[in-house]
């Protein structure tokens, strides 16, 4: 009889333990977190149009399969804050590595083309050069660079012009975003403060 309290204590342990596991564990397949970072969440409630106290700039991505082809854009993302961006903030005329830090990066799995110019399948940073009326954009092999302080004409790999939208809107956050518009065809936008490039590309077959 004595022996018994001392099993009840056992059994009462044993259970609590086991109850503290499972509800430990994380949710979702594989037992993979389902939790965003806090700068997903950014990204996330920026996107739904929630206020962004975020001061810093954020590591931020997007990812697309066209037509099963995964297009992966890496970027950090600044915020406008109240601040004069064009002409400011971005000086006109000068190579900007379209968004903050280290240069953005497009990576294509297969080869693609820009206004009927053919690209290799590989990694590429993306800077422009904005204007008052029109924007110069840059396709170079340097991925890998702080800012554009090792840009070199000499690695692009194409340079085009388009002319930015006005947006109806302030998008406070820089956004990238790709959009499947067709077979083995896609739009990449960047949109921040009241401006919009867009980038039509096609998939190589």
């Not at 086991?18 to 990204?43: A, H, R, V, W």
């Not at 092999?141 to 302080?149: F, M």
């Amino acid at each position: 009889m004595k022996l018994l309290p001392v099993i009840i204590c056992l059994v009462f342990f044993i259970t609590t333990g086991c109850s503290n596991q499972q509800s430990e564990q994380p949710k979702g397949k594989s037992g993979q977190k389902t939790s965003d970072t806090p700068e997903e969440m950014i990204i996330k409630r920026t996107r739904k149009g929630e206020a962004d106290t975020a001061k810093k700039s954020i590591k931020a991505y997007v990812k697309n399969n066209v037509n099963g082809v995964r297009i992966f854009i890496s970027y950090h993302s600044p915020a406008v804050r109240d601040r004069i961006i064009w002409g400011g903030l971005v000086p006109y005329d000068k190579v900007w590595v379209t968004g903050a830090h280290t240069a953005t990066s497009i990576e294509f799995e297969e080869s693609f083309s820009i206004n009927k110019n053919k690209i290799p399948a590989g990694k590429y940073a993306f800077f422009t050069i904005p204007g008052r009326d029109q924007w110069t954009m840059i396709l170079n092999k340097n991925w890998d660079q702080h800012l554009a302080d090792d840009y070199d004409e000499k690695d692009d790999v194409l340079r085009w012009t388009v002319i930015p939208e006005t947006l109806s809107y302030v998008q406070e956050r820089l956004m990238y975003d790709i959009d499947q518009t067709g077979e083995r065809r896609c739009n990449i936008e960047m949109r921040w403060e009241k401006l919009m490039i867009t980038i039509p590309i096609r998939i190589e077959e």
